[in-house]
């Protein structure tokens, strides 16, 4: 379903711009788009698994939210993509 | 169920089930109670994971008595929680597997009622952690003959397994059919309900089931090939396990030496090498039975090792705690029976 609307989207893109398919700027936000959804499917079972951690024992919150939160970088990646075309 | 709803949960699960594995006592913990008098152990559970359940029942028991219905009651308490915790198909699997304790708790009513212990007593050594509901359980501890448990039970998946051997039991009065009925109706539920093509993670599940039959298989007829009775083994035969064929049993326990050449071959020989040794060299069917116990759980450690994010962390936790109860009452009924630190050592299961 994604991929199709992405698909669609770039579609409209190449239409648009007539001579590069997809415009810089629109690339970065794509990139940084998918970076982010990416970075969320990854934090979903790591953050289930440290709830769970941090139910059963207090001591956990510190790692648990560390690990919750490392990929997270990859959407800081995606931002500075952002910010190297501007 | 939703697939991505399954993944994080396993991942929930399976966190806090560690979380409660690394809890469980350690070496060192045993060291000390097995020094400890039943007072001191007592007390000494009273500063532990135990704590509430010994504080509930303190009032009604005492002695080794008291530990040993704490003990149930948290056990009961744990695996309940899993059941809350686990969602989908790993709930579904872990509920099939804590049936367990209702072929436990059928057991235990039916030795009560045989033995016509009392209501009360039939009660307190419940373990109400399977699928059962307390009602059923209630209304069966007051059962006054094995015949109205039996009726009792039709509707539940022992139900025609004990109807079947309750014959058998009126003409020998011996508790053993009823037994084993119970036994094999667990087992055969155990593996029956799986779908015919399993996904990944039901796969992993029958494969533990399976190593646990086989095992059960193995400790049943290394005792048969020892005690040298002229029983027959396939009365005693668990179907469900990839190591024996049940011909190929009847064979193998008439001869030891030729049961522990044919272990040594099999798809467990390496797991089960220091066991097969101790066997061969302490020629003992305990320390045998020990090491049979910790392989089992060592190998559910090697799986869950190798598959993080699957019901074996679950399976290994719950195999561990009740190794876990199982040691702490043999050390408490140990020293009330007098025996000393080291003959109690010998027959903890310590992983």
């Not at chain 2, 990944?200 to 599940?205: G, R, V």
């Not at chain 2, 048969?224 to 396939?234: E, F, Q």
């Amino acid at each position: 379903m994604e991929l199709q609307l992405t698909a669609a989207f770039l579609n409209a893109m190449v239409l648009q711009a007539g001579q590069a398919a997809i415009p810089p700027a629109t690339g970065a936000a794509i990139g940084f788009g998918l970076a982010a959804i990416g970075a969320g499917y990854a934090e979903r079972s790591i953050g289930s698994a440290a709830v769970g951690a941090i139910a059963e024992d207090r001591g956990m919150l510190g790692y648990g939210v560390l690990l919750t939160v490392i990929p997270e970088t990859i959407v800081i990646f995606g931002l500075v993509v952002v910010f190297l075309l501007q | 169920m939703n697939t991505t709803v399954d993944t994080a949960n396993y991942g929930y699960v399976t966190a806090r089930v560690r979380v409660r594995r690394a809890a469980l006592f350690d070496e060192d913990d045993y060291r000390k109670l097995v020094r400890m008098g039943p007072g001191e152990i007592a007390r000494f559970m009273e500063e532990t994971e135990y704590e509430t359940e010994m504080n509930a029942l303190g009032s009604r028991h005492d002695g080794v008595d008291l530990i040993e219905y704490a003990l149930n009651r948290n056990l009961a308490k744990h695996f309940d929680d899993l059941l809350t915790f686990a969602g989908g198909e790993l709930y579904e699997n872990i509920a099939r597997y804590l049936r367990k304790f209702d072929a436990w708790n059928v057991k235990t009513i039916i030795r009560g009622v045989y033995t016509d212990a009392g209501q009360q007593t039939i009660a307190d050594d419940l373990i109400r952690a399977g699928a059962f509901s307390d009602e059923l359980l209630d209304r069966l501890t007051e059962s006054t003959s094995i015949e109205m448990v039996v009726e009792q039970l039709s509707n539940t998946i022992f139900g025609p397994a004990l109807e079947a051997a309750y014959s058998d039991y009126e003409e020998t009065d011996v508790l053993v059919p009823l037994e084993n009925a119970i036994d094999r109706a667990f087992y055969s539920e155990l593996l029956g309900d799986v779908p015919e093509n399993p996904s990944e993670p039901t796969k992993l599940y029958v494969q533990l089931l399976r190593a646990e039959i086989d095992f059960r298989n193995i400790r049943n007829a290394l005792r048969l090939a020892r005690s040298g009775a002229d029983i027959d083994p396939s009365e005693y035969f668990i179907s469900g396990g990839q190591l024996f064929e049940e011909s190929e049993l009847e064979q193998l326990t008439t001869n030891v030496g030729q049961l522990t050449e044919y272990l040594r071959h099999s798809s467990y020989g390496s797991d089960l090498e220091g066991a097969l040794d101790e066997l061969e060299e302490a020629d003992s069917l305990i320390e045998f039975e020990r090491a049979l116990d910790q392989a089992l759980l060592e190998y559910t450690d090697a799986l869950t090792n190798r598959h993080h994010l699957s019901i074996c962390p679950v399976i290994a936790y719950i195999r561990a705690k009740e190794r876990e109860v199982d040691n702490i009452r043999a050390i408490a009924r140990g020293k009330e029976a007098g025996l000393t630190g080291e003959q109690i050592e010998e027959e903890l299961v310590i992983v």
